[in-house]
């Protein structure tokens, strides 16, 4: 939902606050956008792009923003050209980030302490991911430290995977592993108690999502299996939206 909020500032300037709180979509999919370009239609007969005076900003809605439950959403304040009021307005906004709600089934991989092929697929919507091979990672992983100050470690393995899309406009940007005891699979399990298995996204940078090249999962001296259940697969989608903004 995206809400605008007129307010005035110092010396009589006017601006406007664009308040996000994201969209859900069909059949669950959730999706978000960049910032975008916000085009106003003004009262002069104009129509102009305003200018953002601050970066974006995350902030918690309040009950007077109608429409938006209060929750954390993100805020960009635009100035107004004096003069004039914004009549209409309209974000658009090229290549959103689409969360799908699916998960996978649970594997059970064996733990073999030597490198093995794998042959497994999980199938989404809109891709497919494979897992190729297992293979022991020598260090161990910290997750904290005991009463004693000693250190708590789980072993690793790393799982070797690849995307393949089914749908030519969108491209993988994240999915969720999670390690799911017996009976925890699902959302059924405590959250802060939950495993996850850490998704090594290839040439991830600040601009680029990288590709998805493997899983560091983890276990425990003495498993000889790992669990593993992928979730809530992330795609970025080369689509470009025009959204009318609720006044």
Same mark, same amino acid.
């Given at each position: ?21 994201? #969209? ?31 970066? %974006? ?33 309209? #974000? ?68 070797? +995977? ?14 969720? +592993?999670?390690?799911? %005891? ?28 990288? %590709? ?10 003495? %498993? ?18 025009? #959204?009318?903004?609720?006044?």
């Amino acid at each position: 939902l995206w809400l605008l909020e007129f307010e005035n500032g110092s010396y009589g300037s006017s601006y406007v606050k664009l308040h996000h709180a994201g #969209l859900n979509f069909q059949d669950g999919y959730r999706i978000g956008f960049s910032r975008g370009k916000l085009m106003a239609t003004l009262s002069d007969g104009r129509t102009a792009e305003l200018v953002p005076v601050l970066g %974006e900003q995350l902030t918690t809605s309040l009950d007077q923003l109608s429409g938006i439950q209060p929750r954390s959403i993100q805020e960009t304040l635009y100035r107004i050209p004096e003069g004039v009021v914004v009549t209409e307005a309209s #974000l658009h906004a090229e290549k959103p980030v689409v969360i799908s709600p699916e998960q996978g089934s649970v594997l059970e991989i064996p733990i073999t302490g030597e490198r093995q092929p794998l042959d497994a697929v999980v199938e989404f919507r809109d891709c497919r991911i494979y897992l190729t091979g297992i293979s022991p990672i020598d260090e161990l992983y910290e997750y904290g430290t005991d009463d004693n100050g000693n250190p708590l470690t789980r072993h690793m393995v790393y799982i070797n +995977a690849r995307a393949e899309m089914r749908d030519a406009d969108k491209s993988l940007y994240y999915v969720n +592993a999670v390690q799911p %005891e017996e009976g925890q699979e699902g959302s059924s399990g405590d959250p802060l108690k939950t495993v996850y298995a850490l998704a090594d996204m290839a040439g991830a940078d600040k601009n680029n999502a990288g %590709e998805l090249a493997g899983f560091k999962a983890l276990y425990e001296e003495g %498993e000889s299996v790992i669990r593993l259940q992928l979730q809530r697969p992330t795609y970025g989608w080369n689509q470009e939206f025009v #959204l009318p903004v609720q006044m």
